[in-house]
Each structure stands twice: as structure tokens, then as C-alpha cells.
């Protein structure tokens, strides 16, 4: 009696806590997917009217930020085609996939996908080369699946670290980074390790 009792309990308490873990992950989809539609329009709305509040002409300085970009682009050219020769001597000579089959093995205790991997070790180096791999990624699994979700999420939760190090400090004449780029590869490793565990919790 006591054993029908006691199982009778545990099928109730799995019926009660299997929808509410479902609702709780439904929930929290939908106020992820909330924020990220108003993110960018509230964030612009803001600063528009911290810059009328502070009295500052937003519309000319934007045009003036805009003209200052432009000048930087062009110094930053000799630099940009270093750090794109040397990524592609990286790719090309096989280290990558070197670097993809050995760390593979501790990717897979966080459950990220060895397809991804290849992203994650691109991003600090080039945006444009890890987003050819995403691109490939979503060609190949489809932009709905977990690998397609999961390498967007991670290009957008991580920078160019070596790339910002490499062409912007060079195009100022720093040559003392000091911690930069510790403090970069740290903040990709955070954001990288989040990306997959919130897409689990999302996506999977």
C-alpha cells in the first residue's frame, strides 16, 4: 500500500513539475524574443533624448562622427590587410583544424556542437571570416536549427579582439596594449559560453 502510495506521488509530482518547467521555458522565450525586438529602438529613442535633454545637435554630430569614421577607415587599410593575410595563413595551413580537434573533447562537456567550434576560435580574429563560417553553418544545417541559431548567437555575443588590437591601437601608435587583449579574450569567453547556454535553454 505504501509503495502504490509513494508511486502514486512521484507520477504527480512529475505531471505538476514537467509543465510548469515548460512554462517557465516558455516564458522566458518570449520576454527574450520581446527585448530583442525593442532593444535597438529603445536604445536609439534614449539617446536621442539624452542629447536633447543635454542640448547637443544629435542629427551634426552623427555627421561629424560619421566624417571622423571615414578618415580611420582609410588609415586602418595597411593594417586591415596584415590581419587578413595572417588569418588566412592560419586557415589555410591546417592550424585551425588542429586547434577545432583539440579542444573539441572540452567544448563538448558545455554541449557545444564541434561545428561551432571553428567559430568560436574565428571570431577574435576576423568578423568577416566567422561570419563566412556561420554563413556555411546555415547553409549547411539550416538557419533554424540549433548549429544555425547557435553560431549566430555566438558571432553576436563576441568581437574581433585580435582584430581591434591589430588595426585600431596600430592606427593611434599604441604599441603598449598591456591587459587589452586579456580582457578581451575573457569577455569572448564569457560571451561565448553564455551564447551556448542560453540557445540550450531557448533552442534545444
Not at 568581437?159 to 603598449?176: L, M, P, Q
Request: charged share 10%.
Amino acid at each position: 500500500m505504501n509503495s502504490q502510495i509513494a508511486s502514486a506521488s512521484t507520477d504527480t509530482l512529475q505531471v505538476v513539475t514537467q509543465p510548469t518547467a515548460e512554462m517557465a521555458s516558455s516564458l522566458f522565450v518570449t520576454i527574450m524574443r520581446s527585448f530583442s525586438s525593442w532593444a535597438v529602438p529603445v536604445l536609439i529613442f534614449v539617446i536621442l533624448i539624452l542629447g536633447w535633454k543635454a542640448k547637443v545637435k544629435v542629427y551634426e554630430t552623427f555627421i561629424d562622427g560619421a566624417k571622423e569614421g571615414f578618415n580611420v577607415a582609410i588609415k586602418i587599410i595597411p593594417y586591415l590587410v596584415a590581419i587578413l593575410v595572417a588569418i588566412g595563413m592560419f586557415r589555410a595551413s591546417g592550424a585551425m583544424d588542429v586547434f577545432v580537434a583539440l579542444l573539441s573533447p572540452l567544448t563538448n562537456l558545455i554541449g557545444m556542437p564541434a561545428e561551432t567550434l571553428l567559430v568560436a576560435l574565428m571570431r577574435p580574429l576576423s568578423g568577416s571570416g566567422a561570419l563566412g563560417i556561420v554563413t556555411e553553418l546555415m547553409k549547411s544545417h539550416g538557419p533554424d536549427s540549433f548549429i544555425g541559431r547557435l553560431a549566430s548567437t555566438m558571432w553576436g555575443s563576441s568581437d574581433t579582439t585580435f582584430y581591434v588590437v591589430a588595426v585600431y591601437f596600430g592606427s593611434v601608435g599604441v604599441r603598449k596594449v598591456r591587459h587589452s587583449i586579456a580582457a578581451g579574450l575573457i569577455g569572448d569567453a564569457v560571451g561565448l559560453i553564455m551564447a551556448v547556454l542560453i540557445c540550450r535553454v531557448v533552442f534545444a
